[in-house]
């Protein structure tokens, strides 16, 4: 029974996710003006950054709206897209669940969860 359910609840979670799509590209906020110089040294902040994620995700969307409007890129890697996406996530973070921010660095790896987290230290790192 939960089986059925679950197949029946699939494609109204990702009829839902389009349509917070569709919203989120009409309001998307525009992104934070920066001099070239400032921009530059900014990104470089999150070289080493990977957001892994799912594109109908409610929670990928609010964090890609974060990223969007600190004017930042991330590479951004689909579960969906690349089957790897899904097995570097689950070994190297422990879980599938997204959205999850991966933080390479000189120190090691760290990996984030939670979309209130992950906005919170992109915002503070790009101030």
């Not at 525009?30 to 957001?51: C, E, Y």
């Not at 929670?59 to 969007?68: L, Q, S």
Request: proline share 4%; aromatic share 8%; hydrophobic share 35%.
């Amino acid at each position: 029974m939960s089986t059925l359910l679950s197949l029946l609840l699939k494609p109204v979670r990702n009829g839902l996710g389009y349509v917070i799509i569709f919203f989120d590209w009409l309001s998307r906020p525009k992104p934070i003006q920066r001099s070239a110089a400032t921009q530059k040294s900014v990104q470089s902040r999150f070289d080493g950054h990977s957001l892994y994620q799912l594109t109908a995700c409610p929670f990928c969307v609010k964090t890609r709206r974060a990223i969007h409007s600190l004017a930042i890129e991330l590479e951004i890697r689909d579960l969906n897209k690349r089957k790897e996406n899904r097995a570097e996530l689950e070994t190297g973070g422990g879980r599938v669940k997204v959205p999850c921010l991966r933080i390479d660095s000189e120190s090691g790896t760290q990996w984030m969860y939670e979309s209130n987290d992950i906005i919170a230290y992109l915002r503070n790192r790009a101030a």
